[in-house]
């Protein structure tokens, strides 16, 4: 059976992030020189998993686990002009990257002691 103090960051965990999250942004196209060839991205996603334990092995987590995001939607493309992705890692490293930090940030302000990973399914 679950810790009930478990079960409580599982919750606020949830709680702090909508059912649907939204990420957007741009980067500059691969071998180009100008300035103004870029590609808009969106990535739309959702928890779909979160593993959390007791951990004494370190001092400021009085917590660890891994929370885990399941795309839903990953578009590139230009102006509106999408084009659909399967995977996270059709799109640059730091994109996912990105998406994982924003997490990660906003967790540390509102759950303290709370040491995770974030990945995508």
Known sequence: MEDKKIGLIK???VKLFDEVMVMDGQYDMP???SSDEYVDW???YKISRISI???EKYQNCKYSGTIYLEPIEIRVGFNGDWEYMKYITDLPS???DDIKDSILDKLET???NLCVDVDFN
């Open 110 to 112: 509102w759950i303290p």
């Open 53 to 55: 334990w007791e951990t």
């Open 31 to 33: 071998y180009s020189s």
């Open 94 to 96: 730091w994109v996912s």
């Open 42 to 44: 969106s990535v739309s």
């Open 11 to 13: 919750r606020a965990i």
